[in-house]
């Protein structure tokens, strides 16, 4: 589990299962539906919004967890993953932390402008959310 899972969990057993069912599907269902209710919202940024996310997962337990998040989401949200542990060492040239003290773009993401890029740490409990511009400067977002 990653450490926001754990925190979910716990916090269900804590409210006796009033915030959602204490299981790693009842995150993915309970993160998909926040998700898919804010999408059809409109009220998350109208005209603004990209389907496409390239994710950093920094070779932690993160990228196999976004792997079965996807399937809750409908195609709401394509995320291409990089880093997902299959060749690379934990957190090496990659991860929200690298990113954020380095000031540098993780190994194996080529970044273009307008897109929207994320860095997990290994854990999946800090998260670095950056992009380039038409205009290549680069910036993050608050």
Known sequence: MTT???HYVVRCQN???RYGKPTENGYYEKLSTAFLKLRGSGRSCPGLYKPKLVLDAANGVGAAKVELLKRHLNDALDIELRNDGSDGILNYQCG???VK???KFPIDVSVEPDC???SFD???DRIVYY???KNNKCGSYR
Do not use: W
């Open 131 to 133: 992009f380039i511009d």
């Open 116 to 118: 929207r890029y994320v």
């Open 15 to 17: 409210t006796q299962m």
């Open 101 to 103: 003290t380095q000031q």
């Open 122 to 124: 290994g854990d999946a």
């Open 4 to 6: 926001p899972m754990l």
């Open 96 to 98: 929200a932390d690298y």
